[in-house]
């Protein structure tokens, strides 16, 4: 235990402090966007998504500037989509291009065009002013994706302030109990945290010797065998948190390279009271098994559904307990989720103030 | 293309304006209302409604003014109607008449009603102070429920705007991409709106030669023929709108008298975000056909259903949108539904200083 | 008739006034509360509760005060709780006793505990200030669980305000319209009602010669013979409204004691417009005999559930009717609700002022 917390609570962000929009958040997976339109509801808005002839991702603002049906219903024509109420012409950049029934377009008329880069598995949109876009902060991580890794990802809608969630998994002291029969095992109650806070590096790891839960003792064969876990926590940006976790057999034989497993947890706020989460696990073991895949999809969805469960009952009884003053207690396991949350405070008010 | 639209956008009505009360809007079909009580929400209220013994409509407040119960679920006694809860005794005047348990009844206890006019197949009601109650104003057509048409009555409710209703229905340009599939004709995207905008008549026209959709050439027996079709949009009223259409073959033989739609498109708004909406189409052609109601009822119901499904998305976009500022570009072909919105936008400012 | 409503209406409490803190609710049936947390949403919060080991009643907020997970998903330890998210734990005062990773507790970190006390059948809770707690002002009547009565016991959740049903409760001049079939009976109508408002003491009675209604003459086999009803509804406390029935046969023999009904309605508003609602109906006659408790609670559901659907029917009116300005007459027999409503009035001021 190496932080405490110290932030006075105005400081730290929650479900009232407006969304970050100088940022960039996953608005769909690469396979989901094609030829026919798609929307996407994020950052307190809607988007529409689409692939040009070329095979490129175009995000526009799926509200026409006409009378604000949605683009996201309309029809491809080349690289340009068609309003389905009126048949307004939009171009890629958000442009409108036709006007039926009109010889001549206004150069006003437009909707917003978002900056976006996919990097598979993911489509990626920047939602801060235009002229700000820095593609320097994408956070895709490198073996995201990459031939080296085995991937499956998951998918939930939480119903609740992704602050809740980011808090969430940079906690580690919840699985002991949110997660006792699925991820936690007893020994991990007992196991420190080191907080590696500095900046806006915002880690928790954890090394512990134990039974490793199903979703990895299984794959590996390595039921009945204690092992080494360390597993890190660590907070990238308003849209990403990466989870790793080492693996080392304390009793048998171990592969090479060292069993590794490393999860994007990406975040898209909706509005500030519920989130898109898509979580792609992946792993340089036991590679080229689909079949392992779902297992461990699977298992990862039951642990993640109970954390959905805790964040959508939080949110209902702060709704409920209008009649309370709002409490909120730190102890030294919450150090890195206060780091996070005085962070995102602070590029809520760069935002505001830029 | 005869009109520019010119309107500053705050003079124009949209759903935040407050609903127009100095006119007349349908409170149920005819053959709704009986000697069992019915009640029926309508311009932010609640009406009961029930026959008296003579067969005249009576319309009352739905609220029982000692402890709110709803009227619609009393019982009628005579041409009075009996609170369910409390038994208070209210004659078709508003005047409550008896209480169990009393004497006397203070002149002041009463629900308010409201002046109607049956007019088959609809009841009308004057939402407007009763003391200026206009019957002139009634926009109730002739043709209507005349003997010399042939009808049948289609219902949607439309969580929506009656503003968007009514603009939908008085723009002519959506039919060749919303109704695509339906309504629209390919030759209708190249035609040029005739639009007759004067004072309060708001009208806009197409003259197209084209194949008619199945709507019109089935029951004609013009499939595969050219037809000349002149489609007519007219603003009647805040809780009427008329569409006409003459339709005359190009290729064969033409009834006498000239083949005539006339559908009567009514309008209550429930409150400034859902409306009832009644469509009464009537024909002068192919008479006494049951076969035929059916067929054009239920192709224009799945018309009107995409109708539905536009305003509802373009609300729904307006609720998540809150992040963006609001937009509205316009086109000249909505030069009729401004005139519309200042019109109506007109007569919101005449309410509210009335 | 002896008493006539003179308060002006604004000091009359209805669903706008704050909720009446200061006084003894019931949470639970005490069957519902056992070694398995649970809980209860109540006067716009929610607690938890169990029994520690030696089987009291414990109830505490709801809310962990760290991360305001519910601890009615966490787990007893003897008689402490631990909060199923992060593992802090709980003693039966509310203070935080154990964190885990952690040596010591700040003392300040606690939830709220509720004074509380369980009479059978029910578990009372005080919502005031803890040092206010007034065991006097507890309104648990002495028959009420006494082996001298049988008893049924049924449940509504009526969304709508409490105040509404302890109107509801203490005007009998609705049986003879709203329950027509199922309580009221045509001479109820004409009989005088017989109020007894004095200081706190709220009391409306009836007497009544008549046929009973089923409910009672079933059990008692007086069906077709004639009996005095004795009916008075008596309103007890925020929390409790009491009615009480005393029945004698006209016709023929009458058991000793005589036969007598006494409901205990059990009020506990969730927020101003939801109520949980427990209906405690206890006889001296006919004992022993499921089979009637099963009869006489189900004839009581179809009765209150009448009154359910007029509550909710006015919440709905008044949402709807947002346009018509309040108007709410009173008429004599509602005498007894007015001096109710100015008491719970005074009720709330004396909250707001201490």
């Known amino acids: 235990m190496t932080a405490k ?5 105005h400081l730290l962000a929650d479900h009232t402090t407006p969304l970050i929009r100088s940022a960039w958040y996953v608005v769909a997976r690469s396979d989901e966007v094609t030829r026919e339109p798609r929307a996407c509801d994020a950052m307190e808005t809607s988007l529409v998504l689409y692939r040009n002839a070329a095979g490129q991702v175009v995000a526009l603002q799926n509200r026409c500037c006409h009378r604000s049906f949605p683009l996201a219903h309309g029809k491809l024509e080349g690289d340009a989509i068609r309003c389905g109420y009126h048949g307004l012409l939009y171009a890629p950049d958000g442009r409108c291009i036709e006007i039926p029934m009109q010889k001549s377009v206004p150069a006003s008329l437009r909707v917003r065009a978002y900056p976006v880069v996919e990097r598979k598995p993911f489509v990626w949109a920047w939602f801060g002013p235009p002229d700000a876009v820095d593609p320097e902060a994408l956070p895709h991580p490198d073996w995201l994706g990459h031939a080296g890794w085995d991937m499956y990802i998951g998918y939930l809608r939480i119903d609740a302030s992704y602050i809740h969630l980011h808090e969430n998994l940079l906690d580690l002291s919840h699985l002991s109990f949110l ?5 936690g095992t007893p020994e991990y109650a007992r196991a420190p945290v080191e907080l590696d806070v500095q900046g806006t590096r915002i880690e928790a790891w954890r090394h512990v010797e134990c039974h490793l ?5 299984v794959p590996l064969g390595w039921q009945g065998q204690r092992a080494r876990r360390s597993s890190g ?11 790793t976790g080492y693996l080392r057999n304390l009793e048998g034989a171990n592969p090479q390279p060292e069993p590794t497993i490393r999860v994007a947890q990406v975040i898209t706020p909706i509005d500030r009271h519920s989130t898109h989460y898509w979580f792609a696990g992946c792993r340089n073991f036991v590679r080229g098994r689909p079949d392992i895949d779902d297992f461990m999809c699977k298992a990862q969805f039951a642990a993640f559904a109970e954390d959905q469960f805790a964040m959508q009952q939080i949110t209902r009884l702060e709704a409920i307990d209008s009649a309370a003053p709002v409490v909120e207690a730190h102890i030294p396991t919450d150090a890195a989720g206060i780091a996070m949350r005085r962070h995102l405070a602070a590029l809520a008010a760069r935002d505001a103030a830029g």
């Open 5 to 9: 917390p110290s932030a006075p609570v």
């Open 179 to 183: 997660h006792a029969t699925t991820f």
């Open 213 to 217: 839960p199903d979703i990895y003792s």
């Open 233 to 243: 926590s660590c907070f990238v940006a308003p849209g990403l948190h990466v989870n």
